[in-house]
């Protein structure tokens, strides 16, 4: 693996971390690390393990029995798999959103926005009204959906239940945002509010984002990591990944020789 360092702080970092559903490994000593409040894109064909990674950063294999991760994932120095770690804090501090919005269709926008900080306790409806509305206006969603809070999260289109999902991340506050193929369901309009999106977001909160889309990984991301069978190929500031790749597999993905 080649790698370029980047200058900042970095949030978070993975030091061989491999994941195994029984005897096939899905990914394999992937070592990277993210600069805080930049956007990190991962790159590679279908099958690659951009996905299998991207889980192991806040936990999600955790929730199937087949799956071992190995290694470590330190989130300002802290290994989120070190014993005693509660995985609910760890998502907490790491939220995701998933390739198809995920909102809770017979509940409200508010109750949508809120629910992460309703399960752990919260109970001031004042805090929850301000909470709601700092995390909308985040998700560049206030402003179409602030006279129909009591609504039903179903009567939004898929681009807003998409920016709702990103909301109800932003309200409990993560350090790192992890982002699944988020405009793979989304027509280009919505796709270019969401890039709209990422972009304001980084200001506030270290981003990682799966996509196959390589123009929107050039377009929002700061640094990109191409995934090839498991493994990290190269990763490397964005415009280099694109302009300059050091690695021949890079570039004849990104040059669309392959993939």
């Known amino acids: 693996m080649t790698e370029t360092e980047e200058p900042g702080q970095i949030r978070f970092e993975t030091r061989k971390i491999s994941v195994d559903y029984g005897n096939n490994r899905g990914v394999r000593d992937v070592s990277l690390k993210f600069t805080d409040r930049q956007v990190t894109a991962l790159i590679g064909p279908s099958g690659c393990g951009k996905t299998t990674f991207l889980r192991a950063l806040n936990r999600m294999h955790d929730l199937n029995r087949h799956a071992k991760v190995t290694g470590e994932a330190l989130l300002d120095g802290q290994d989120i798999y070190a014993p005693g770690t509660d995985p609910v804090t760890i998502r907490r501090r790491i939220g995701m959103v998933f ?27 004042e805090k929850l009204r301000q909470v709601a509305e700092r995390s909308l206006r985040q998700a560049a969603l206030w402003d179409e959906v602030s006279d129909r809070l009591s609504s039903p999260a179903s009567r939004l289109s898929g681009g807003q239940q998409q920016r709702l999902s990103i909301a109800r991340a932003l309200a409990v506050e993560p350090d790192v945002l992890l982002m699944d193929e988020p405009t793979s369901s989304l ?13 304001q977001l980084k200001n506030d909160v270290t981003i ?25 190929i190269e990763v490397a500031p964005t415009d280099l990944i694109f302009t300059n790749p050091t690695d021949p597999r890079t570039e004849e993905y990104v040059t669309g020789r392959f993939g």
């Open 187 to 199: 027509d280009p309009q919505a796709t270019k509010r969401i890039e709209e999106l990422v972009t």
């Open 99 to 125: 390739q198809k919005p995920t909102p809770f269709p017979t509940m409200s926008i508010f109750d949508n926005v809120v629910a992460g900080l309703k399960l752990v306790g919260m109970r001031d409806r």
């Open 208 to 232: 990682i984002i799966v996509t196959h889309n390589m123009q929107q990984a050039a377009r929002i991301s700061d640094t990109t990591a191409f995934f090839l069978d498991g493994e990290v």
